[in-house]
């Protein structure tokens, strides 16, 4: 009787693990439009056009996004809006100067104030009804629309 053979001994072979190189990331700007309300109520004292310190805090915020790295802005359009109590040309008045109290804070803060444009809307633009205080509070604002371009990596 013969001895069976013995099995062949098999050496698994180590895989080659090659590394495919990431591509290098590409650079993209984008034009972009963002839109910002700030609420009167809260920006300024009823009646007035001087910022108050929650205001100030949020323009910085703006102002230090609007400023970053890769961040160009071509406009900046601020329009400020009354609510309708008073005459439509004292309305008028406090919305343009609000509008120019904030971007004059924003010049302040970095921002080329040639960049941006300003324009008092008054009472014309409601956005909620002027016979309640709550509907006077929303139509007391400051909008902000900033035109650039960001530059992101990918």
Do not use: F
């Given at each position: 009787m013969t001895k069976p053979k013995p099995a062949p001994i098999v050496?698994?072979?180590?895989?080659?693990?090659?590394?495919?190189?990431?591509?290098?990331?590409?650079k993209v700007q984008a034009e972009t439009t963002r839109r910002l309300t700030l609420s009167g109520s809260a920006t300024f004292r009823t009646g007035s056009s001087s910022l108050s310190q929650a205001g100030k805090t949020k323009l910085s915020a703006l102002a230090r996004t609007l400023?970053?790295?890769?961040?160009?802005?071509?406009r900046l359009l601020i329009e400020g809006h009354t609510d309708s109590s008073g005459s439509a040309a004292m309305n008028q008045a406090l919305s343009?100067?609000?509008?120019?109290?904030?971007?004059?804070?924003l010049a302040s803060q970095g921002i080329m104030r040639s960049s941006m444009e300003t324009a008092g809307?008054?009472?014309?633009?409601?956005?909620?009804?002027?016979?309640?205080?709550a509907g006077r509070?929303?139509?007391?604002?400051?909008?902000?629309?900033?035109?650039?371009?960001r530059q992101t990596t990918r």
């Open positions: 050496i698994p072979q180590t895989p080659v693990v090659r590394t495919i190189p990431k591509p290098a990331p590409v400023t970053s790295s890769g961040t160009t802005i071509s343009l100067k609000r509008a120019n109290a904030v971007a004059d804070y809307r008054g009472e014309s633009s409601p956005i909620a009804d002027n016979k309640t205080s509070a929303q139509n007391r604002r400051v909008e902000i629309t900033a035109t650039g371009t």
